[in-house]
């Protein structure tokens, strides 16, 4: 199993380049199985679950091509209209092939997610949504069937909380339903407007998408298109924490400001300086007096759980008592004593964490858990005395591709063993 070595203490300087955000390409993957014609998809990140969600639409029946600069799907048939429980429990957003398995096929078996490590994450919203839009749904075996051999026809769906992969598989469902299909209290995460750009370059009708109703009108089928993912919002996020931490200076590249108002809000109230330099070009500049700021995570276009972890850490620097409230996941705070084994003062309460600052961190062995939980654990590193090693880094590549590459460019002391 791969690690990071990790020595910390070195300021990071220069640029650093976001990629396309995973958390759209996984749904654009998906909407490709809609049509029969070739979708080109452009700045797809190459990472772990991207490669999951590319074996999944294959085995489903598309042709997959993986260019340089693109990666093209063409699924001229269903084949297999499943998602085996070997890839759903690595990747959970493997039930995004439920909306248009249904949609395209009139049927679909995806495996029941299990219990995941920030939570239990059951997809009962994705499935009464289906119900409405006059899916058949039953569950045999630990699958999800749904069938509906006559076509879906359009309803009003009122989620009861916000869910960000739901209003996306609903959206793909009912973009070949008969009529109108209208999401109320959809999420309104900018991945959800990428994903609707891409439907309507394949011919759908949506509006509304990035607010909290969308209005759908069914057509009866969609061709090919082209499209270009949005840049990575938690990864650059997570870069502003690295120039932050570290005390250094870095320019990231390549990514969306705007969808960054919350944490660029958070960080300038902790006392860093994030300016603007350019279109998709955000500099960040890190202060000795870094003062806490309490954070409480909240869907779009609140401060994202997705960042939680790394916000945290940078805290552990900051002068005074910082209260994490998460809002979105039960548990995601198995990052906290993995920090406190580098140093960090973190006291667990329920869903918020109460972290005092400053304290020095110093290098140790750590376990990566999850994703974001890992992310968390190398800007720590990158800020502590000494040498830390972080193990079961498999975790972070299922969402940074090349991390340790692009860190190393910017003066991070950070190879992969
Ligand atoms: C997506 C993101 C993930 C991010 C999360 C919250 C992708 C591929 N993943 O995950 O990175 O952390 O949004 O911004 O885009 N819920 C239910 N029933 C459901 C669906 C969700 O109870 O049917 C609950 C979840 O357990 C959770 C909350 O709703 O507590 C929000 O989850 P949701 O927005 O669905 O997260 P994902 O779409 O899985």
Do not use: W
Request: charged share 25%; with cysteine.
């Amino acid at each position: 199993m791969d690690k990071f070595v990790i020595k910390g203490g070195v300021a990071l300087h220069g640029e650093i380049a976001t990629g396309g955000a995973k958390n759209s390409a996984l749904p654009a993957l998906a909407a490709a199985l809609l049509t029969a014609e070739t979708v080109t998809l452009r700045r797809i990140p190459q990472v772990r679950d991207i490669r999951t969600m590319q074996e999944l639409i294959e085995s489903i029946g598309a042709r997959v091509e993986v260019t340089n600069d693109a990666v093209r799907v063409e699924a001229r048939t269903i084949v297999s209209p499943e998602a085996p429980y070997e890839l759903v429990k690595t990747m959970r957003a493997s039930s995004l092939v439920l909306g248009p398995l249904v949609a395209r096929a009139g049927r679909a078996r995806v495996s029941l997610p299990g219990g995941c490590a920030i939570g239990a994450r059951p997809v009962d919203l994705h499935l009464a949504g289906l119900e409405q839009l006059g899916a058949r749904i039953h569950q045999v075996h630990g699958y999800i069937e749904a069938e509906a051999p006559g076509g879906l026809r359009g309803a009003t769906i009122h989620f009861d909380r916000v869910t960000v992969t739901g209003t996306e598989d609903l959206m793909m469902a009912a973009v070949l339903a008969r009529g109108e299909t209208v999401i109320e209290n959809a999420a309104r995460e900018p991945e959800v407007l990428d994903l609707a750009e891409l439907l309507i370059r394949m011919g759908a009708k949506i509006e509304g998408a990035g607010g909290s109703t969308i209005r759908i009108q069914g057509v009866e089928k969609l061709g090919g298109a082209e499209h270009t993912i949005i840049g990575d919002r938690i990864e650059a996020g997570t870069f502003l924490v690295a120039g932050a931490i570290t005390g250094g200076e870095l320019t990231v590249t390549d990514c969306v400001p705007e969808h960054l108002g919350a944490p660029i809000a958070k960080m300038r109230q902790a006392g860093i300086t994030i300016e603007q330099t350019g279109p998709g070009e955000l500099r960040v500049r890190g202060t000795r007096a870094l003062r806490s700021a309490d954070m409480t995570t909240e869907e779009y276009p609140g401060f994202p759980t997705d960042l939680q972890a790394q916000y945290m850490a940078l805290m552990t620097q900051a002068e005074g008592i910082a209260i994490v409230k998460e809002n979105i996941f039960e548990n995601r705070f198995m990052h906290a004593q993995e920090l406190a084994r580098m140093g960090a003062n973190i006291r667990l309460d329920g869903r918020q964490a109460i972290v005092a600052g400053p304290r020095d961190l110093s290098g140790a062995q750590v376990i990566a858990s999850d994703l974001r939980a890992s992310a968390s654990l190398v800007l720590a590193a990158l800020a502590a005395r000494g040498e830390t090693t972080i193990d079961r880094v498999y975790h972070i590549d299922r969402g940074y591709e090349k991390i340790e590459e692009k860190l190393a460019g910017v003066g991070a002391q950070i190879r992969r063993e």
